[in-house]
Each structure stands twice: as structure tokens, then as C-alpha cells.
């Protein structure tokens, strides 16, 4: 694949994006699901009203950038409401998720190219992001987990772009790396997972170094292998980690909180996060007692409970959309206007296939080599395939092993820091397949890609909220949980 083919496939990625995130984003004027409060709280930063959240400002702080940005231009304010505190659009209190969401999938190719130079491989990781369900209900409402997942790949990017350079570049991608990380955590606490994968990995590349010079006694020719992975993370010194990926973030965390602090003087900044965490303390079981859409971590992969944002029913399709009036009675409706949160179920189901295999994949390396060594010794450099298998393997762990621990009530979107790294395992697997002279693999790879892409286009009607019959709304909740 040439280069201009590559940029032509990342403009058109980024373009379906754009179009499936502001399609129809003013669709129903009202405030869906969490945008009674994150909307409302980005409008009252602008209105001076001070208010108490359990999360960090950050999300909230972009989603009052994009409602004064959007107040200024003279046109997309056909519909209007007062639900924020103030007259407003929903354009306005939604477009900036919208655009800075599209990213996302252009993220996610970055990081695929950095991780193994390949085009192809790029190109269909950001593609099967872009035709990813939560993603795109995520974004196209004032809503936050969006941020968390945008600032995590961003320094997930940056840093694999750090130590694909030398000297001054390094320096600069480390900095803006842990800049993204502190706006990750800023968003929500557990977009510090993010960061930690980074620490892990780092860390287990210095262990690696350690074993094999101790075993290998043979420290000229490890250094000789100045290519590989983990020769590169080893070349970050430890004052540059904990600098730039230690204080950095910690300081951009700190300095977000500032405007916040300065609305609502009642908490100072230590008294504000005992607050948050006696605020998540408080939100009880794991159980549909506390919440009906609640869902502990192992529902997540396997998609067993995905949420409704939104769900309204009407007469027929040509009767005013339902936002603010009375629901009618039940049974009454024939179209139904529903959002739902819910991943692309194929790629979902693939892509945590395509996690335990990558799993396998390394224990079956390892056992290998020892078998052809005939002694318990590790290898002086990693393949390009085994540093991705590692890499996407901690990081996928890293964002959803912390939750196993979690008792309080949580939902589908909290899967969604972790799940972008089955979408590269299983993007990995079927490039694999792809580029195989093997005619069975390649029918593999074009059978995966088809169901994901049939499955984005038989859901989209519920993740952009269309209107459809009952019939045709049975037709996609596939399991009683589904609802």
C-alpha cells in the first residue's frame, strides 16, 4: 500500500466519523441520559454556578467550551431548550464531542502503525473503531467517557512515537504524552489505567534486560539490538519517566482542578476528592437493585448488558419526535426511538477472541523457545508480532483487571478503556489473515470483516436513534438482557 492510499484511507475513516457523529445530532431536543448533569454542569461553568460532581473537571470544562463556541455561530439553533439552566441548542452542548470523538479512530490507526509499521494493519484497526456502537453514542452527547479514552490513545500515541525517536523528539512526545495522560485522569479517576500500562510495560522491559544479561552473560550483543521494543523502553532513564510520566501528569491533574475550585469554594482541592470517593462509595452493590443497567466486568467482553440512553415511542415516523412531552401509553407506540449503548456485538465478540489468543500466542512462544534451548532462558529481542501481542495483552489487562475489585454499581462504558485494545488485537488478527498466502486465512479475514461491517450497518438504526418498528426493534435485541 502506497503512502497517498494510506492518507486517502485515514481521510475517509475520519470523514464516516464525522458523518455518523453529527448525522441528526440535534435528533431529539432534550438532555439524554447523563447529559441532565454533564451538560448542565458545562453550562453552569458559564453561568457561574457552582455545583459538587464525582468526577474531575476536565470533561465537563471541554463540554462548556464547545456550548460557548457553538452560542456564537448564527445558525444550528432551529431547536432550542432550557433544560441546561439556559436557552440552548443541543448543537451546542454536542458538537464538540462529536468532533474531537471522530479522532478517535485516527488514534487508534496511529497507534497500530507505531506498534508495527504497517499500512494495512493501521487502516483496519481505525476502521472497525469508527463502525463501533458505543463510540459513537458516546459521542454524539454531552457525555465524558469519551475524553478519557481520547487523552489515554493520545498519550498511548505519543509514546510509542517516543520511542520510535531520538533525543529532542523523544523529549517533546514524552511531555505532550504526559500532558494527555493528566487530561485522561482529569476526565475520570480510572483514566489512570491508562498511564499505568505504560508503567508496566516499562517496567517489564527493564526485567527483561535484567534476566537476559544475567543468563545470557552476553551484555555487547543485547546492547547491539538497538531495534527492538524493549531495548527501546529501556532506553528511557528513570528520571524521564517519573518526570514526564509521574510529574507531568500529576502537575496538568492539579492545575485542571483550578477553575472548578475557584467556582465552588466550599471543598478546597484534598477536601473536593474525599468528596468524590465517599460519592463512590455511596453508590452501593454491583446488582440491578441499585441501578437496573448495572453490570459487573465479566458481562463487559461477552456484551450481556448494554444500556438504553434513550427510548421514546411514537405513532408513526412522521409525528413529532418524542423529547419533551408525555410518553404514550403502553403499547400505544408503533415506532420506537431507542439509543443504545451497546458495542458492535461482532467486533465485541471477536475482538476479546482475539485477546485470549494473542494470550496464548505468547505462552505458546515462550514454551517454545525453551523447548528448542532446552533450558529456561529468554530471548535477547522480541518479533514485531510478539511486542504487539505484549503490549495490547497488558494494556487490555490494565484497564479491566482494576474493576474486578470494584463493588460499587458500574456499566457497559466503563469497558470501553479496555475494549479499544480488542479492537487492535482482533484488527492485528485478521491483517494477518489478509496478508497470508494461505487461501483459507484470507477467507477467514474477509468473513470477520464482513460480519463486523453488516453488524455496524443491522445496529446503526440504535446507535443513532432512528426511528423503526417494533418489529424491527425486537429483531436487534437478541437476548432478554439486551434491554
Given at each position: 500500500m ?10 475517509s475513516?475520519?470523514?464516516?466519523s ?17 447529559e441532565i448533569?454533564?451538560?448542565?454542569f458545562?453550562?453552569?461553568y ?37 433544560l ?21 479512530p485516527?488514534?487508534i ?7 508495527s ?17 458505543i463510540?459513537i ?16 490513545l ?13 533525543r ?19 476526565t ?11 508503567y ?40 524521564q ?18 477553575p ?12 473536593v ?16 437493585e ?15 448488558r ?22 404514550l ?35 505458546a512462544s ?6 528448542q534451548q ?13 511486542w ?15 474493576w474486578?475489585?470494584?463493588?460499587r ?12 485494545f ?15 498466502y494461505?487461501?483459507?486465512l484470507q ?24 426511528p ?6 425486537k ?9
Open positions: 502506497t503512502k497517498n492510499w494510506f492518507r486517502i484511507g485515514l481521510v475513516i475520519f470523514l464516516l464525522l458523518a455518523l457523529r453529527f448525522w441528526g445530532l440535534d435528533r431529539f431536543n432534550t438532555l439524554v441520559f447523563d448533569y454533564y451538560a448542565k458545562g453550562n453552569n458559564l453561568t457561574h454556578v457552582s455545583f459538587f460532581d464525582g468526577h474531575p473537571p476536565l470533561g465537563k470544562l471541554i463540554i462548556a467550551l464547545g456550548i460557548w463556541l457553538g452560542s456564537h455561530v448564527p445558525f444550528w439553533h432551529e431547536s432550542v431548550n432550557g441546561t439552566g439556559s436557552l440552548r441548542s443541543p448543537w451546542d452542548y454536542r458538537w464538540i464531542n462529536a468532533f474531537l470523538g471522530s479522532f478517535i485516527l488514534l490507526a496511529g497507534i497500530a502503525y507505531q506498534l509499521s504497517r499500512r494495512s494493519f493501521a487502516l483496519i484497526a481505525g476502521l472497525f473503531t469508527a463502525v463501533d456502537g463510540f453514542v458516546e459521542s454524539r452527547y454531552a457525555l465524558i467517557n469519551i475524553y478519557i479514552v481520547l487523552f489515554g493520545l498519550g498511548h500515541w505519543l509514546f510509542l512515537l517516543a520511542l520510535n525517536n531520538q529532542q523528539k523523544r523529549k517533546l512526545c514524552l511531555i505532550i504524552a504526559g500532558i494527555a495522560f493528566g487530561c485522561s485522569i482529569a475520570k479517576w480510572n483514566g489512570l489505567f491508562f498511564l499505568v500500562g505504560v508496566f510495560l516499562w517496567i517489564f522491559a527493564w526485567i527483561w534486560q535484567i534476566f537476559v544479561t544475567k543468563i545470557n552473560h552476553n551484555d555487547a550483543e543485547i546492547n547491539q539490538e538497538s531495534s527492538s521494543p524493549l531495548q527501546k523502553l529501556t532506553q528511557l532513564y528513570v528520571w519517566v517519573v518526570l514526564f510520566l509521574g510529574v507531568l501528569p500529576l502537575t496538568v491533574y492539579s492545575l485542571i482542578w483550578i472548578h475550585l475557584q467556582l465552588d469554594t466550599k471543598y478546597g482541592f484534598i477536601a476528592h474525599k468528596q468524590i470517593l465517599a460519592f463512590h462509595e455511596r453508590l452501593g452493590g454491583n446488582n440491578a441499585v441501578h437496573p443497567y448495572c453490570a459487573a466486568w465479566y458481562k463487559w467482553p461477552l456484551l450481556t448494554p444500556m438504553a440512553y434513550y427510548y421514546q415511542t411514537a405513532q408513526k415516523a412522521t409525528d413529532p419526535l418524542p423529547g419533551l412531552g408525555p410518553e401509553p403502553a403499547g400505544a407506540g408503533k415506532i420506537i426511538y431507542d439509543v443504545h449503548a451497546m458495542g458492535n456485538p461482532f467486533l465485541w465478540w471477536f475482538g476479546v477472541t482475539a485477546i485470549l489468543f494473542l494470550i496464548g500466542m505468547l505462552i515462550m514454551v517454545m523457545f525453551w523447548q532446552k533450558r529456561f532462558t529468554l530471548p535477547k529481542n522480541l518479533t514485531v508480532d510478539t504487539i501481542a505484549l503490549y495490547l495483552v497488558v494494556n487490555y489487562a490494565t484497564n479491566l483487571v482494576p474486578m475489585g470494584v463493588s454499581c458500574a456499566f457497559i462504558y466503563h469497558y470501553m478503556t479496555a475494549v479499544v480488542a479492537f487492535l488485537a482482533i484488527a492485528w488478527f485478521v491483517d494477518q489473515c489478509l496478508r497470508s494461505y487461501r483459507p477467507a477467514i479475514g474477509v468473513t470477520i470483516s464482513l460480519m463486523i461491517l453488516v453488524a455496524f450497518v443491522y445496529w446503526l438504526p440504535i446507535y443513532l436513534g432512528l423503526i418498528t417494533s418489529a424491527d426493534y429483531l436487534r435485541m437478541w437476548f432478554n438482557s439486551w434491554i
